[in-house]
């Protein structure tokens, strides 16, 4: 499985953004990028993916490098309500692949008042 | 709208005792299940997948096993608890249709099972 680096933990103040670091130098061509957070005694929740270009939604916002070796979530404002811990996955975009979906440490984002 | 039910919400098992967890998906067909496992201040952990009725991939040996008797029920079982099986236990779906869907297809996740073995 292709891996993903982040850093353990991070901090932000209320209504500032927040951006979200993710490396995966050994990405395959076929690999999607996915974004999880997870909320204390919650399941995760998905937040957004994507490929190559960059892509926008509700929740945030993620910035794919273009040799698609690093990607960054972006929270534009941040909210109490945004501490979770983030998980940076990469999907196989190839039958078979696909399916499995591995979870790595994450990075927990405290968001001070 | 597709829901994921996943019970009992907590439960408290001696070591050595058997284990059944239960979950089920409405409102979709043919979904990919998923277990997972977050022991206490780690990450989580794949222990099961399955693309359909009967077709279980087991990620991690151990004590634990996982059916899928109905196209939207997914159960882990175990025969006999050890204490390191205690954790909280999460059951996912997503959707599964033709291959280059599956990557664009996120997970949907319960609410989970906390677990403690004593």
């Known amino acids: 499985d292709a891996k993903t680096t982040q850093p353990n933990s991070m901090e932000s103040n209320e209504e500032e953004p927040v951006h979200l670091p993710c490396n995966h130098s050994?990405?395959?061509?076929?690999?999607?990028i996915h974004w999880y957070r997870q909320l204390p005694s919650q399941g995760p929740e998905y937040v957004i993916h994507?490929?190559?270009s960059n892509v926008n939604n509700r929740m945030a916002s993620l910035a794919i490098a273009e040799d698609r070796k690093s990607s960054t979530l972006i929270l534009h404002r941040a909210t109490l309500r945004d501490a979770a811990v983030y998980y940076c996955?990469?999907?196989?975009?190839?039958?078979?692949?696909?399916?499995?979906?591995?979870f790595g440490k994450g990075t927990k984002l405290t968001v001070n008042p | 709208s597709q829901t994921i039910h996943q019970w009992p919400a907590t439960l408290v098992q001696p070591v050595g005792s058997p284990l059944s967890l239960e979950c089920t998906v409405e409102g979709t067909s043919n979904p990919n299940l998923y277990w997972y496992r977050q022991a206490a201040g780690r990450g989580l952990q794949l222990l099961f997948y399955?693309?359909?009725?009967?077709?279980i991939s087991s990620e991690v040996p151990q004590n634990l096993s996982a059916s899928r008797p109905q196209d939207r029920q997914f159960i882990l079982s175990s025969k006999k608890l050890l204490l390191s099986d205690s954790g909280f236990y999460l059951c996912?779906?997503?959707?599964?249709?033709?291959?280059?869907?599956?990557?664009?297809?996120?997970?949907?996740f319960g609410n989970g099972t906390r677990l403690t073995v004593t």
């Open positions: 399955s693309v359909g009725i009967g077709q």
């Open positions: 996912a779906w997503s959707v599964r249709g033709a291959h280059y869907e599956s990557h664009d297809s996120p997970l949907h």
């Open positions: 994507g490929l190559t």
């Open positions: 050994t990405i395959s061509g076929t690999d999607y």
């Open positions: 996955i990469l999907r196989a975009g190839t039958q078979g692949g696909s399916e499995k979906l591995v």
